[in-house]
């Protein structure tokens, strides 16, 4: 059986949902969900074992970013389920690759990452689509050499352009077989920086080839050139560096290989130069999973000193090069903006133009400058640098000033300076960094996370639970795009909202029931499926909190205790930023429990936890109770006063409807002040590895 079983769900509208959805997690009205998530662990494996190296080498930091950064958050994803160090090892191995091919092609100073992929196109009528005024032959922008209108020519002839560029003309080129035949134009650049050269091109198949190549009339070099031959489109691309100053004429220019062969022709298509450039959001979106291994590497310092050296240079390396670039840097220039006393944002670079849009990005979109923010938010927990908290902290205000409630529900815009609604897919950017400030108790609280999960369960989702998915923006439509849905899967930020409602839980494994991954965000999201599963228990370390209480371990609840009873615990961990602290009072039970779903009729299951005691009469204990029966299934004491791992067993019942609970407490409770200490509290499966 796959994960996530719909029996009994189908056609549920949204009308009524969240009433029916407590119902179902209160009562067990509806049969168990069998995720035992080995399914899942099967899938990831299987498409991590297959597609899980195809980025981490490259040095393109549109590929690390949007693609490499699931795969580096995910591995930390299966190490916190699993304890397997295994996972850790693959992401230092991917880690080191990475920052290995860091570099200062730009020469300010800083090591980083760039790409050519969003930087304006510096040719001019590159898809020769439009003729020159008097000779309709000839591309505009472009100037022949020592060709003709019959050896240098734009063409929309079937064959003569590529059938998937933007449009239906190309460039011919034919040799003569006594002189060069070539076309050119002059390019601009930036000093010290690196160009992407791209274009259509095919042969036919003759010794004369086709070449493209850059020249540097000032310095009479070539800076870079390709020769190909292929008889069917193919895209080509090089690199060059332009020159360290200003002032020099470049030029781009598309030949043959040579001009003795007769009859020799060459195709061209979508020429482009695009200079290679740094983002910020890149930089965050690639900091943001070595900056969470360097802290969890800070946390359990005991546990995992094996990394503590290669933790010790990731450090160094965002310290010192990432984080202070984008304001230092000469080549970049000051990106930052503080837009008020308590707010504040990043900019595009004011010394270099890197995009291609007409519009003054002052700010950069949301997500651009939010993965930023939730780099320097969780480097925090690590340097205590007030200055990136600070930044963290305006970051995130200003995206909170931008949001509006409608209903019970925050809506949002893709940037301050367009009406446009955001998307769902960049709205998973977004909501990661305010999720870590909300856990940082800074700037968002219980009612404004309220708020976002709201988005996705009032909005967002289409209100199935048998076939769950997103529609496209965050205010719940299509939009004007050509249909619905289409970042339907892309999770990676929603589904963190189970924190706070395990609706999203529910919509993202409902998605991946029968699906395995395609794409490396996919990767992501299913192993926070996995981390979120019920049946394993949720936030077994006590590591976030409620929305509603900064003392209360989230989807824990509290059994006849209160804040002075029940409290998250940083000074008694045994593990990690917190542990959970039970204190008896000596009149009635003090406990917390979680509900726990989604098991198995009559399996035997495995309870691990880690915990300690005061040395008191009051003991500790952990209770399996089956609230529909009345009965208890299992329970343990223990007394022990340094911290230890405790494992015991039981049976699930018979009936997968019944509402079972996990209680931690105390053996007795007449003994007031007594304190039990509890952390990492997992249920597994008989003969799970984890």
Known sequence: MRPFDQRNLNHVQRTGMCALLALILLFGTVPAVFASGNDWYDDYVAYE?????????????????????????????LYDMTKNTDWLDKFTLHADTVLG???DSDGDGYSGWSTYRYSPNLTTNGTFAAGAAGDATLPGGWTRFQSTSTTAYRSNSPGAYNTVASDTWGMVLKTNGTSWQKLYQPI??????????????????????????????????????????????????????????????????????????????????????????????????????????????????????????????????IENEIVPRWEGSSYIGNTWVAGSASAGYYKEPPNVDSFATATALDPLPYNQFLAFAELLAIMHDV????????????????????????????????????????????????????????NKEQIFDGTDLGKFSATLTTKVWNGSLSSPK?????????????????????????????????????????QYGSSPPSRFIEAQVLSLIMKWDPVKLVNQGFELKSGGDAMLPARWTRFQSTAATAYLDAANKASGSYGLTIVSNGTSWQKAYQEWKQYKASTDYVVTFDAKTDGSAAGGKVWVINETTGSTIAAYNFTNTAWQTHTFTFSSPASSTDEIRVYLGHNSYTTSGGKAYFDNVVIKQSGDSW
Do not use: C
């Open 49 to 77: 074992s297959s597609q899980g190296g195809n980025y981490y080498a490259s040095s393109d930091s549109a590929l690390l970013g949007w693609q490499e950064s699931y795969m580096l958050r995910s591995y930390i994803n």
């Open 101 to 103: 091919n860091a570099d």
């Open 188 to 317: 601009s650049y930036e000093p010290k920086t690196k160009y992407r050269v791209s274009f259509y091109g095919k042969t036919n198949g003759s010794a004369a080839k086709g070449r493209v190549y850059v020249h540097d009339r000032t310095a009479n070099t070539v800076l870079a050139s390709v020769i190909f031959d292929n008889t069917s489109w193919q895209n080509i691309t090089m690199d060059f560096n332009a020159p360290a100053v200003s002032g020099h004429n470049l030029e781009l220019w598309l030949a043959h290989a040579d001009y003795a062969a007769t009859d020799g022709i060459a195709y061209f298509d979508d020429v482009a130069v695009n200079g290679w450039f740094p983002y910020i959001v890149h930089d965050g979106m690639i900091g943001v999973p070595i900056a969470d291994f360097i802290r969890h590497v800070d946390r359990d310092p005991t546990a995992l000193s094996a990394y503590a050296t290669k933790a010790a240079a990731y450090r160094q390396f």
């Open 383 to 438: 340097n205590g640098s007030a200055a990136y908290l600070d930044k963290a902290n305006k970051m995130g205000q200003y995206f909170k000033n931008s949001l509006t409630t409608v209903g019970t529900a925050y809506d949002w815009g893709y940037a301050g300076y367009t009406t446009r609604t955001e998307d769902t897919s960049h709205a998973n950017v977004d909501l990661t960094p305010v999720i870590e400030l909300f």
């Open 470 to 510: 997103l529609h496209n923006y965050v205010d719940g439509t299509q939009g004007t795009l050509a249909s619905d849905y289409l970042y339907t899967k892309d999770m990676s930020g929603w589904l963190k909202l189970a924190q706070f409602d395990p609706t999203a839980w529910m919509i993202g494994a409902g």
